[in-house]
């Protein structure tokens, strides 16, 4: 279920970072380093859209041996819809067509 | 010392996301490793908890788990309050300047409330309000281990001694009106605790075995 709210900021930006490369697993530290957003706001944020539907998230294998299973999120089809109405609404073109 | 902290910190942002949030608290720990890795690991941890704290009142057993803290800690004062009575002389230790050791010792001034013929009667319900005193003390921790066998069954001995010293303030003639505060308190207990417990009942009514919650 998505928001009918305006996003945040913080949204906007999580928003775009992930819209760059739709098909894109991420890591929510590498997002932090890329979207600037400190782990007490990206983490909410990551919760709230995933209770929305705007973005999935996925177990994947770790790189380093012994380390633990680590969360990767993208965008879902209805996220990259909002990423899409959100910068067709500050007026940017920058997407590309990627099926979901 | 950083590293204890945030690995603390991160334990407790785990802990307060509960069962409802649990990819999410394995998520930020797989995360919090690489996090020590970039050397910045209370920032995150820090982070972690503020996110989980803000997400806790939008739920539920979060709402649950931050009402029975405020529970938890609303019931210490109150065991203060008669910690200090207790020292106070309160209501059945006729310390007096003496101090305890002074009334051990059988000197010490009295206090008015026990005359001679009744002062035998010290020693035990001296005993008895400070077993009362230990019985509210554990009753918080208790609530939020949410241990619901162990609050009934402390939740009666704290009964049966407030009623055992409602009988002898009876018996002895003594001023009910001390007694306000140990009923006051023992009511107040009673009713938070089975608020809580029925709660929870409704809360987790649907909960698999296996989990906290159940």
């Known amino acids: ?100 | 010392m950083t590293a204890k902290l945030a690995c603390a910190v991160m334990a407790l942002a785990q802990a307060c996301l509960g069962d409802r949030r649990r990819d999410w608290a394995l998520a930020m720990h797989a995360e919090f490793e690489v996090a020590i890795d970039d050397g910045r690991p209370l920032a995150f941890a820090f982070g972690c908890l503020r996110g989980a704290l803000h997400d806790m009142p939008k739920h539920a057993d979060g709402r649950f788990t931050l009402t029975s803290h405020a529970v938890a800690l609303g019931l210490l004062p109150i065991v203060a309050l008669l910690v200090v009575g207790t020292g106070a002389g309160f209501p059945f230790l006729p310390s007096g300047h003496a101090g305890i050791s002074g009334w051990l010792a059988g000197s010490g001034e009295h206090s008015p409330l026990l005359t001679p013929w009744n002062r035998g009667f010290a020693p035990p319900l001296a005993i008895l309000i400070w077993g009362l005193i230990a019985g509210h003390l554990l009753m918080p921790w208790f609530i939020l281990e949410r241990d619901w066998a162990r609050v009934g069954t402390l939740a009666r001995i704290n009964s049966a001694a407030t009623v055992t010293l409602l009988l002898f303030t009876t018996v002895l003639f003594l001023d009910m009106a001390f007694l306000l505060l140990p009923m006051a308190a023992l009511a107040i207990e009673l009713a938070a605790s089975w608020c809580l417990f029925r709660w929870q009942a409704d809360l987790f009514a649907g909960a698999p075995p296996g989990t906290s919650a159940a």
């Open chain 1, 1 to 100: 279920m998505a928001t009918n709210r305006r996003p945040s900021k913080q949204m906007i930006r999580l928003l775009d970072a992930l819209s760059a490369s739709p098909r894109e697993w991420r890591h929510g530290y590498d997002i932090m380093k890329e979207t600037g957003l400190l782990s007490g706001t990206l983490y909410p944020l990551l919760m709230r859209m995933t209770d929305q539907g705007l973005v999935e998230a996925e177990w994947r294998e770790p790189a380093q041996p012994g380390r633990p299973p680590r969360h990767a999120y993208r965008l879902t089809a209805q996220g990259l819809a909002l990423a899409r109405e959100t910068v067709g609404g500050r007026g940017l073109s920058g997407f590309k067509e990627v099926p979901v």
